[in-house]
Nanobody
Framework: QVHLVESGGGLVQPGGSLRLSCAASGRTFSNFAMGWFRQAPGTEREFVAA????????LYAESVKGRFTISRDNAKNMVYLQINSLKSEDTAVYYC?????????????????WGKGTLVTVSS
C-alpha cells in the first residue's frame, strides 16, 4: 500500500502561483511513477503532469505546459507541482497518484494509488 497526502492548495488570484506537495508513505517511493491529476466540478478527472520513477522523464498536459512543473524528491518521499500563471480554468481539486510502473503514466485507470486531493481555487 502507498498512502498519499496532498497539501498546498488554496485561493489564489489569476496570475498567481502555488506549490502543491504530495507526501508518500508505505512502499518504496522510488518504485512508483507519480502523477498529478485534477477534477473540476461536473467534469471528469484529467491528467495534468507525470514524472518517472527517477524523475528524469516528465510529461504535461497541453493546457498546463510551460506553466506547471512536476518534480520529486525520492529521499523525502515527496512529489511537487509548481503552478504558475494560474487561470480561472485551473480551478479544481488536484490529486496526487502513484503507479507501480516504469516510464511516465498519464492514464487515470493505470494509477494504483490516489490521495484525497487538495482544492485550488483561482479567483479575483
Amino acid at each position: 500500500q502507498v498512502h498519499l497526502v496532498e497539501s498546498g492548495g488554496g485561493l489564489v488570484q489569476p496570475g498567481g502561483s502555488l506549490r502543491l506537495s504530495c507526501a508518500a508513505s508505505g512502499r518504496t517511493f522510488s518504485n512508483f511513477a507519480m502523477g498529478w491529476f485534477r477534477q473540476a466540478p461536473g467534469t471528469e478527472r484529467e491528467f495534468v503532469a507525470a514524472i518517472s520513477r527517477s524523475g528524469l522523464s516528465t510529461l504535461y498536459a497541453e493546457s498546463v505546459k510551460g506553466r506547471f512543473t512536476i518534480s520529486r524528491d525520492n529521499a523525502k518521499n515527496m512529489v511537487y507541482l509548481q503552478i504558475n500563471s494560474l487561470k480561472s480554468e485551473d480551478t479544481a481539486v488536484y490529486y496526487c497518484a502513484a503507479a507501480d510502473r516504469s516510464g511516465v503514466v498519464i492514464t487515470t485507470s493505470l494509477m494504483d494509488y490516489w490521495g484525497k486531493g487538495t482544492l485550488v481555487t483561482v479567483s479575483s
